[in-house]
């Protein structure tokens, strides 16, 4: 059990397009889910904390604008990169968290790569 | 100040050498949680270990174990007779009250065991 999944596993866009990655606790209820960023060689960086119907938290310096974080249900998820640039490349990382086993449990992750 | 420091950035064994990584935290709660995370060349963290603040027990789970030391705020990690599957990146991490279950990474140590 405690399973996340991300999708896509990897894209690659052209700069100016916005993409979407989504995080899907597949079987549990996650009230809190987290997306994290990371660079090569790098450790990960909390960007938001994405809480089931209400705004996101997005930590210092992580334009909300930019990334866009939504939430709609207990089990879904979503991050769009808006208008996005090669220096937005970077492995996103999603995590949820259980009510039930009080445990964060991480996605595959999703490697962007914007040209 | 909050902050977990893993001060090895890179470590190279042989194949059957024991291996240590060190991790140190800072904090000032009484209450918070200890992570190990490994992440292979996939990307994906596979989760290793959870303790909390209070069970000072080391901890042994096949080639692994733990040693936590409340009194010098080190959370160490050994792998016993390493083979070459444990090369990865390895992550301590912590959750400290107050912070909403967010976790806080060291920047993590890059393991590599060769023949």
């Known amino acids: 059990g405690a399973v996340v999944s991300q999708h896509p596993s990897w894209v690659i866009c052209k700069s100016g397009t916005s993409v979407k990655i989504e995080c899907r606790s597949l079987d549990f209820q996650a009230t809190t889910m987290f997306w994290y960023r990371q660079f090569p060689k790098q450790s990960l960086m909390l960007m938001a904390t994405?809480?089931?119907?209400?705004?996101?938290?997005?930590e210092q310096g992580v334009e909300k604008d930019k990334f866009l974080i939504n939430h709609a249900s207990l089990t879904l998820s979503t991050l769009t990169v808006t208008s996005a640039h090669p220096e937005d490349s970077s492995f996103y990382i999603c995590?949820?968290?259980?009510?039930?086993?009080?445990?964060?449990?991480f996605g595959p992750g999703t490697r962007l790569t914007v040209l | 100040a909050q902050k977990v420091t893993q001060a090895q950035t890179e470590i190279s064994v042989v194949e059957k050498e024991d291996v240590t990584l060190d991790c140190v935290y800072e904090?000032?709660?009484?209450?918070?949680?200890l992570f190990w995370y490994k992440q292979p060349p996939s990307g994906e963290l596979v989760f290793l270990i959870r303790?909390?603040?209070?069970?000072?027990q080391n901890e042994i789970s096949g080639r692994y174990s733990w040693n936590f030391q409340k009194s010098t705020s080190s959370f160490n990690f050994t792998i016993t007779a390493s083979q070459v599957v444990d090369s990865a990146v390895y992550f301590c991490?912590?959750?400290?009250?107050?912070?909403?279950?967010?976790?806080?990474f060291g920047t993590g140590t890059r393991l590599q065991v060769t023949l």
């Open positions: 303790r909390n603040s209070f069970d000072e």
């Open positions: 991490a912590l959750i400290f009250t107050g912070t909403a279950s967010k976790l806080t």
């Open positions: 995590s949820a968290r259980s009510v039930i086993y009080n445990e964060q449990f």
């Open positions: 904090t000032r709660d009484t209450t918070y949680y």
């Open positions: 994405s809480n089931e119907g209400s705004k996101a938290t997005y």
